[in-house]
């Protein structure tokens, strides 16, 4: 153990489903505050948990590697980076550098969904769910616990493809962020201040339109009262969300989905949720558009697990359960030359 190290000892809460052994070591290594501690989840899938916070490849500030998740996160603490490395034995190994990694280490359960309870869900209503949670059911709900830069990135996503939105939350990243802590190389994500102190014109080179510029650059100016949305009930958080123009139910759902980890939000006005989960049901690959009903209709079939729809959605992703493609994929034209 490094010089100055100390070794904490937590009681875990008593809404765990699982046990842990959770010995924290901490230390200052070189200026840099670096921590880690080891729980115990056997039966749970990491992986298919930690989806929903690292879901694009292409994302400079996370990073899949073999059986390791890491990413790098603006905490109310300051810059961090987590990384969770799990084994065959059950065993989840947590670690984390910067001046946030104390806050990072202290919400590692929900990250690998120690803190999701299954109370009151019962897959047997549907004899497809109940089969599909049979063979792929080993995941748990996850939450990362911070807002705003869930949120950046939902607004860069706004009525574009997600391979455009990604590309600008990189070209975001490389110009505006800092290194992360830590040994994993990863980019922390722009903080509200860099994005405030830029301009349309700047973003417009970032490949981002004037509507999503827009919306990128309030939330920046309104991150502080944005961010207090994390610690907020989910109702109060989507209230929060959607009180700026601009930001309509899919920017808060799907913002709400990684950050706060409830079992029952759904994506609403989603491109394809819709389709997908009525395709799960019915086996009709017919598109249908939020907008003209397809909300409707995917609620009324996710309705039985009411407490539980996210769980459902995340269920139909474990089993790869999607509609077959009927049209090319789409694709938007290079806004810079615009």
């Known amino acids: 153990m490094p010089p100055d190290s100390r070794t904490r000892t937590r009681t875990p809460p008593d809404d765990l489903a699982h046990g842990w052994t959770d010995v ?8 840099m505050t670096t921590g880690s501690r080891t729980l115990q989840a056997p039966g749970i899938n990491v992986p298919d948990t930690l ?7 292409a994302d400079p500030t996370h990073r899949w590697a073999g059986h390791s998740f890491a990413k790098a996160v603006i905490t109310p ?3 961090g980076t987590m990384r969770v490395t799990w084994h065959d034995d059950g065993n989840i190994d947590a670690e984390a550098w910067g001046p946030g990694s104390d806050w990072l280490l202290e919400r ?5 969904g120690l803190t999701d309870a299954l109370d009151g869900f019962d897959p047997s209503l549907h004899p497809k769910v109940d089969r599909w949670w049979k063979e792929h059911g080993d995941f748990r709900i996850t939450a990362v616990g911070v807002v705003w830069q869930e949120l950046a990135l939902v607004l860069l996503g706004q009525r574009v493809t997600t391979q455009e939105a990604v590309k600008s939350w990189r070209r975001m990243c490389s110009t505006l962020a800092e290194p992360a802590p830590g040994p994993c190389e990863l980019s922390m994500p722009p903080s509200p201040g860099a994005v405030q102190s830029i301009t349309y014109r700047e973003l417009h080179q970032m490949n981002v339109d004037r509507r ?5 650059l309030l939330a920046a100016k309104r991150s502080a009262r944005l961010e207090e949305a994390a610690t907020m009930s989910t109702a109060d958080a989507y209230a929060r969300l959607t009180a700026l123009p601009g930001f309509g139910a899919w920017t808060a759902t799907s913002t709400l989905i990684a950050s706060h980890g409830d079992p029952d939000v759904i994506m609403l006005g989603d491109y394809g949720m819709p389709t997908k989960v009525n395709y799960a049901f019915t086996g009709d690959a017919t598109r249908l558009p939020p907008e003209d009903g397809g909300d409707d209709v995917m609620a009324a079939h996710l309705e039985p697990w009411r407490g539980h729809r996210q769980r459902i959605v995340r269920l139909l992703f474990a089993a790869k359960v999607n509609p077959p493609r009927r049209a090319p994929r789409a694709f938007n034209p290079d806004i810079r030359r615009m």
């Open 24 to 31: 924290v070591d901490a230390s200052d290594d070189g200026g």
């Open 51 to 57: 989806q929903p916070i690292g879901i694009y490849a």
């Open 77 to 79: 603490d300051g810059a």
């Open 108 to 112: 590692a359960p929900r990250w690998v």
């Open 212 to 216: 999503r510029a827009d919306a990128l």
